[in-house]
């Protein structure tokens, strides 16, 4: 992440202004400049997307989110994958779902991509925490770790291939493995 602005702007200012490519984001009153994905990170963003989808979107238990925008907590960030439970999908007044979420996810994923840092992507995983985040899951293509965060717990780190991860509650019926994860770099 990249800051590309020192002037302190509102969240609602920020709000204001148009979406680019890259996506920005808002932290601290900052705005900084989200990493362009490549190869490894889309390849995982893509199959944990359609698995988490297809175990809980058709029994309406959950739906999982490729790079949404949640504006919550004085901050915006676009995160790489997040999953609302269905109840807690936000949702407009036709009943679709809505364009902008003012609320924190259920689970947060985050994809490292190269450059990238661990210790930012990190402090946004314990903003949503604070916020009400269930889980969030700090995947690192590079080393074919995960690390697990959950609110006022200690970090668990999955770096065996044939570990279960632990998902949250909502999610029980996924039995992903960190094999599971990073098997889509090498099919």
């Known amino acids: 992440m990249v800051q590309i602005s020192s002037k302190t702007l509102t969240l609602g200012e920020f709000l204001e202004l148009p979406e680019t490519k890259p996506i920005r984001e808002y932290i601290d009153g900052k705005i900084i400049e989200k990493p362009m994905p490549q ?22 238990i959950a739906r999982a989110f490729p790079e949404l925008r949640c504006n919550f ?8 994958i997040v999953v609302f439970t269905w109840e807690r999908i936000t949702r407009d007044e036709k009943g679709e779902i809505a364009n902008i979420f003012t609320l924190a996810p259920h689970w947060t994923i985050e994809i490292l991509s190269p450059g990238q840092s661990q ?7 314990l903003h ?19 690390f697990v965060y959950r ?32 098997t889509c770099l090498i099919e």
């Open 39 to 60: 190869g490894k990170h889309s390849a995982i963003q893509g199959e944990l997307v359609a698995t988490i989808n297809h175990g809980m979107r058709s029994k309406r």
């Open 73 to 80: 907590g004085d901050r915006s960030i676009v995160f790489d």
């Open 119 to 125: 210790t930012k992507v990190t402090k946004n995983i």
């Open 128 to 146: 949503c925490l604070k916020h009400g985040t269930e889980m969030g899951w700090l995947i690192d293509p590079d080393e074919q770790t995960i």
């Open 151 to 182: 609110p006022q717990q200690e970090v668990e780190v999955y770096d065996q291939l044939d570990l279960l991860l632990s998902v949250p509650s909502f999610a029980q019926e996924l039995h992903l493995t960190v094999q599971d994860i990073f």
